[in-house]
């Protein structure tokens, strides 16, 4: 099993509301990938988790807040979002053995702040 | 810092052409590179990767790339496109051990 899976596929919320996004995968990674992708644009990191710890924050501003709740979770709370924040959020894993691994993305889930 | 740049952005192509599209990368010490794609739609999926050895590295759906250092350079090919290649094609190195970098990106649209 190779997949990464997210829920949900689209989201559209004020920019008061709070919502969460959910990523799972089941392949044994032990490090898990936050990344914001703007129409025709790449992938942006935003986090990077590895055996359930943050590593890497790219300086996100905290109305993003990840979560690992146990190896195989991710999770993104979002809190008073702005409409620039409408994107593709991708979730991705990799292996985390202190190498460079490929990392297996999930498809996304769209973003609409109204 | 790592940086990587795809100078083709847009391309179009008749089926059976050939395809190369440029990638180079920053040099940054030991070089993991990748080429995914991302068909309409859908998620992103690993084309092919290199880590070390044979510079030419073979991938799914008949795609291929060449790691030339001398040239900071890692160029995908496939030497008979077809319609169902039709995607944005992204060009990625590791700088670190998790940090993805990717290019900007190529759209590729083959016309039947």
């Known amino acids: 099993d190779t997949e990464v899976t997210q829920t949900p596929k689209h989201l559209v919320m004020g920019m008061t509301n709070k919502k969460s996004l959910k990523c799972e995968q089941h392949?044994?990674?032990?490090?898990m990938y936050w990344y914001k992708q703007k129409a025709k644009k790449p992938p942006e990191l935003m986090f990077v988790?590895?055996?359930?710890?943050?590593?890497i924050n790219e300086s996100v501003p905290s109305r993003f807040s990840p979560e690992c709740p146990n190896s195989s979770l991710l999770n993104l709370h979002l809190h008073a979002l702005q409409p620039e924040d409408s994107a593709l959020y991708l979730c991705?894993?990799?292996?985390?053995?202190?190498?460079?691994?490929?990392?297996?993305f999930g498809p996304g889930t769209r973003l609409t702040v109204t | 810092a790592q940086s990587v740049s795809q100078h083709n952005h847009h391309v179009i192509l008749s089926e059976a052409a050939s395809l190369e599209l440029g990638c180079n990368y920053s040099?940054?010490?030991?070089?993991?590179l990748f080429w995914y794609v991302q068909y309409p739609g859908q998620h992103l999926q690993l084309l092919l990767k290199?880590?070390?050895?044979?510079?030419l590295v073979k991938g799914i759906k008949g795609f291929e790339a060449e790691f030339i250092k001398s040239k900071f350079s890692f160029n995908l090919r496939k030497p008979s496109v077809q319609w169902s290649d039709t995607a944005e094609y992204f060009c990625?190195?590791?700088?670190?051990?998790?940090?993805?970098?990717f290019g900007t990106g190529t759209r590729l649209k083959v016309l039947a």
């Open positions: 990625a190195v590791i700088s670190g051990t998790y940090k993805y970098i």
């Open positions: 392949m044994g990674h032990r490090a």
């Open positions: 290199y880590f070390s050895g044979d510079p």
């Open positions: 991705a894993s990799s292996q985390a053995t202190g190498k460079s691994y490929e990392q297996y």
């Open positions: 988790y590895s055996y359930e710890k943050l590593s």
């Open positions: 040099y940054g010490g030991t070089v993991n």
